[in-house]
């Protein structure tokens, strides 16, 4: 087991009053089981994506209501734009230009009418594109 430190800061250079607008959010996060991978993805239209994390693999069997994990997503190239995808009733969309990055909840269940319902999906605005990413739980 070990602990996942995660820091928010939110603020805004276009502040024009004399309280400046900065938060700091400090969370550790105890994980079980999971790590940073990089990949390349060369899909680029929603129609070729591809599949980076599939929601029935994090949900363990005969749990009920899903499971909560952590999903890290980077977009490690110098120009290009990644779009992830998923579906859950209502099309939700992150789009990551050149190295932006993203850290998020990730509510997962599994049904078994759509076990592909909640998969996460990535296409990028041009070929070659490298995606550093990671689940935790």
């Known amino acids: 087991m070990a602990t996942l430190k995660s820091k928010l800061v939110v603020g805004s250079q276009y502040v024009t009053s004399v309280v400046d607008l900065i938060t ?3 969370k550790d996060l ?4 999971g790590g940073v991978l990089v990949t390349e993805i060369d899909a680029i239209t929603e129609g070729t994506a591809v599949t980076i994390l599939t929601a029935c693999d994090y949900v363990a069997e005969g749990v009920e209501g899903g499971a909560k994990v952590y999903v890290y997503l980077k977009n490690k190239h110098a120009t290009n ?3 992830f995808k998923m579906a859950g009733g209502t099309d939700h969309q992150i789009t990551l230009t050149a190295g932006q990055s993203a850290f998020f909840p990730w509510n997962v269940v599994c049904t078994e009418e759509d076990p592909t319902d909640l998969d996460i999906k990535v296409f990028a605005s041009a070929a ?3 995606l550093e990413y990671g689940v935790f739980h």
């Open 24 to 26: 700091t959010i400090n």
């Open 128 to 130: 070659d594109t490298i």
């Open 30 to 33: 105890t994980v079980t089981e």
């Open 81 to 83: 734009t990644l779009k």
